[in-house]
């Protein structure tokens, strides 16, 4: 027990200068924490800035190797691509995410040609950057199929897992869908392709420059609250990583990040499993404008990511990784 107080006990004299600030420190970031999204967009030699997101791009495929280099290059140890698909493409069933010519397709085929294991790839598999509705799943009289979709995202699960993805990460929060991809990835003879579950996503309001970023914001009818969880709920969180876990799943995520922290506390504590967050759109532009107005100073940007590590987190997902890793150097 801790029996000094006051004027025995100073807890000021572990702050008083910088080298004892770092011994004490309990937390830390290093590039080993990053992972970097990536939008992609049709085209040659395009990077076409995303108005919503100050300072995050659309890439088109060609140009992926040198965004991948660069990142190889800050020490990122994984990426995660996500398509803005022309909406001519886009259907009600989502059907360009089975076309092994899709963007997600075409960039993790080039990465993987030039860079083979350097680097790990993560791909989301869900249907919202393919459907003319916005929706992550099937629709039929207003209601998000969820059985239906499942059979979709196994076809698009195995699709992105020939084309060399490392990380299949389920992002559409559909009942049971980590064990029927995981016993149709195995059956294919990808026992090797890990799952990463959006476990726990909430139906967040900080996705917005997200999906102005993949073209589904002005598309989108309605909200996702039939599929997304409801933000204040936790209990229901647990349920969640405890039917994936069960199911496969070799680590997951809570989305979004820092209004979430709590739930990132409380699973680490209980499953002792790797938990990813994803510090989402919202929280990456909120924080950019107030550095870009100069209302915040650029260190927000560490405390935000030291605050997940401090929760638990094993790895963040952030448009902030490029950025950040530079500095850690
Ligand atoms: C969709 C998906 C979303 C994000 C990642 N995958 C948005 C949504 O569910 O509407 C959001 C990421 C971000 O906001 O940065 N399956």
């Given at each position: ?168 990460a389920?992002s559409?929060m ?23 579950s959006y476990a726990v996503k909430y139906?967040s309001?900080f996705y917005?420059?997200f ?17 997304q969880m ?7 969180a ?14 997951v995520m809570v989305k979004p990040g820092?209004p979430y922290?709590?739930i990132i ?11 990813f967050a994803y510090q989402v759109s919202?929280e ?32 963040i997902v ?12």
């Amino acid at each position: 027990m801790i029996t000094g107080k006051y004027p025995a006990l100073r807890l000021r004299r572990n702050r008083k200068y910088s080298w004892i600030r770092r011994l004490v420190q309990e937390n830390d970031l290093s590039h080993n924490d990053l992972i970097l999204p990536i939008f992609l967009t049709d085209g040659k030699n395009k990077k076409i800035k995303i108005n919503s997101m100050p300072g995050i791009f659309r890439y088109s495929v060609d140009l992926i190797p040198k965004v991948v280099e660069n990142a190889i290059g800050n020490k990122i140890p994984m990426l995660a691509f996500f398509p803005n698909t022309d909406s001519k493409k886009k259907n009600n069933i989502g059907a360009e995410a089975l076309n092994e010519n899709n963007l997600v397709c075409r960039a993790l085929k080039i990465t993987k040609k030039k860079f083979a294991n350097e680097i790990g790839i993560m791909t989301d598999v869900a249907l919202d950057p393919y459907t003319s509705h916005g929706h992550d799943g099937l629709i039929r009289s207003n209601k998000i199929l969820n059985d239906e979709t499942i059979e979709i995202l196994i076809q698009q699960s195995l699709l992105q897992a020939e084309m060399g993805s490392d990380v299949l990460a389920p992002s559409d929060m559909m009942d049971g869908r980590i064990g029927k991809i995981r016993k149709a990835l195995d059956k294919k003879k990808f026992a090797d392709v890990q799952l990463l579950s959006y476990a726990v996503k909430y139906a967040s309001n900080f996705y917005g420059p997200f999906r102005d970023a993949v073209g589904s914001k002005r598309i989108l009818k309605g909200d996702k609250k039939t599929y997304q969880m409801d933000f204040a709920n936790s209990d229901e969180a647990i349920r969640e990583v405890s039917l994936d876990i069960k199911e496969g799943a070799d680590i997951v995520m809570v989305k979004p990040g820092m209004p979430y922290l709590d739930i990132i506390s409380k699973i680490k504590n209980k499953f002792k499993i790797p938990v990813f967050a994803y510090q989402v759109s919202g929280e990456y532009s909120l924080i950019q404008n107030g550095i870009n107005r100069n209302i915040i100073s650029k260190n927000a940007i560490l405390e935000s990511l030291i605050s997940f590590k401090r929760a638990g987190a094993s790895a963040i997902v952030t448009y902030f990784a490029n950025e950040i890793a530079k500095e850690l150097d």
